[in-house]
């Protein structure tokens, strides 16, 4: 089975943190995801998509996203039904957040980086180990090769 959705859009409104009663992180949020087909004399089309994000992947989104801003997410659909005021049963579509990452320009989305940043890029950016230093030794080892002298080979 498979079960994968990608979508790009922007957030209908800020996105808000929540913890549930075990201290997890969540957040809800929309977003306006254009139709690639528009038809001759007829406005673009917009799809509203709920997602849900959980634990660092919800704490990533509300600190670095805000109504209007430029998002990328991949996840997986999900449904769950409820029972609305009325008592009618509703089933609610939505997609699960794996990873979400900036897709607008660095000033629309406020990363002063040079690279596009997402959930993983940030798990990833620990202090890395520092780098192998060599001395300058003794080159006696090594023969030197003359350009004058044509190179063929063997």
Not at 54 to 75: C, D, L, N, P
Not at 93 to 112: I, P
Not at 115 to 132: D, G, H, I, K, Q
């Amino acid at each position: 089975m498979l079960n994968c959705a990608v979508l790009m859009g922007r957030l209908v409104a800020d996105p808000e943190l929540r913890t549930t009663p075990n201290g997890v992180s969540v957040t809800t949020f929309r977003i306006a995801v254009d139709r690639s087909f528009v038809r001759q004399g007829e406005e673009r089309q917009a799809d509203f998509i709920d997602i849900v994000a959980w634990r660092s992947t919800a704490e990533f989104v509300t600190r670095y996203f805000h109504k209007g801003s430029m998002i990328a997410v991949q996840g997986s659909i999900q449904t769950r039904s409820y029972e609305d005021k009325n008592g009618n049963k509703r089933t609610a579509f939505e997609v699960v957040a794996d990873n979400v990452s900036f897709c607008g320009s660095k000033a629309e989305s406020g990363n002063t980086g040079a690279r596009p940043y997402s959930v993983e890029a940030a798990a990833a950016a620990a202090p890395a180990p520092p780098a192998a230093t060599y001395a300058n030794g003794s080159t006696g080892d090594f023969e030197s090769i003359d350009d004058d002298d044509e190179l063929l080979p063997f």
